[in-house]
């Protein structure tokens, strides 16, 4: 069955630090591959996603960028933390057609906190 | 555009009263309706989605909802909640045209009283 493993859990990273946040999916190929943020008290929000190797598209202007390297990897990534940053980060996947089509399905997502 | 709109940020119900959750939203084709529930600090699960076909559709949990398209509605059901139920709520809608994305609402927040 697939599955879907996202770390760090939990950081607390200091304002101009880098940020890594990888995600993996595992059971499935070339999957829709998505970061999605949750700032406290707001709703999901799109950030970036990628229907294959080295395809990203951002949703929004932002301090953030990401990358695929690999097909069932997707990383979210940062130069330098604003505090405007904090939240709560989720990966998920997706592939179209078959029992699993059509449908995301998230991880269990990474606290973010800028401090 | 495509947008979702949950009226409720905060619903309060007596555990095993029913629960009616509302969901409206906007978008130009047929659209892919789907409703995830979170647990505080955790990940959104699956709750049901509809695609096409019956209208009413059943999901985890005792959950079902129902696809009204006169009201552009999807709105969450349970006969009778339990405790356990407590969490927020998301309904979302799929743009499958633009890389099978989600447009989510912002949330109701189910608080549940015993």
């Known amino acids: 069955s697939q599955t879907i493993h996202q770390w760090p859990a939990t950081l607390v990273q200091p304002v101009g630090s880098p940020l890594s946040l990888e995600c993996t999916v595992e059971?499935?190929?070339?999957?829709?591959l998505y970061w999605y943020r949750q700032a406290a008290g707001r709703g999901l929000q799109l950030l970036f996603y990628?229907?294959?190797?080295?395809?990203i598209s951002s949703e929004v202007p932002q301090n953030l960028s990401a990358s695929r390297p690999q097909d069932r990897q997707f990383i979210l990534s940062s130069k330098k933390l604003l505090l405007s940053d904090s939240g709560f980060y989720l990966c998920?996947?997706?592939?179209?057609?078959?029992?699993?089509?059509?449908?995301?399905?998230f991880g269990e997502g990474s606290w973010l906190t800028v401090v | 555009a495509q947008s979702v709109t949950q009226p409720d940020i905060h619903i309060t119900v007596s555990e095993g009263a029913s629960l009616e959750l509302r969901c409206n939203y906007s978008?130009?084709?047929?659209?892919?309706l789907f409703w995830y529930v979170q647990s505080p600090g955790q990940g959104l699960q699956l709750l049901l989605k509809y695609f096409s076909g019956d209208t009413l559709v059943q999901g985890i949990k005792g959950f079902e909802a129902e696809f009204k398209r006169s009201q552009s509605s999807f709105n969450l059901r349970k006969p009778s909640v339990h405790w356990s139920d407590a969490a927020e709520y998301f309904c979302a809608v799929g743009l499958m045209e633009y890389g099978n994305k989600l447009v989510f609402g912002a949330g109701t927040i189910l608080r549940v009283k015993s």
């Open positions: 059971g499935t190929s070339n999957p829709n």
């Open positions: 978008y130009g084709a047929t659209p892919y």
């Open positions: 998920a996947w997706s592939v179209l057609g078959g029992e699993w089509g059509n449908t995301i399905y």
């Open positions: 990628s229907v294959g190797i080295g395809q």
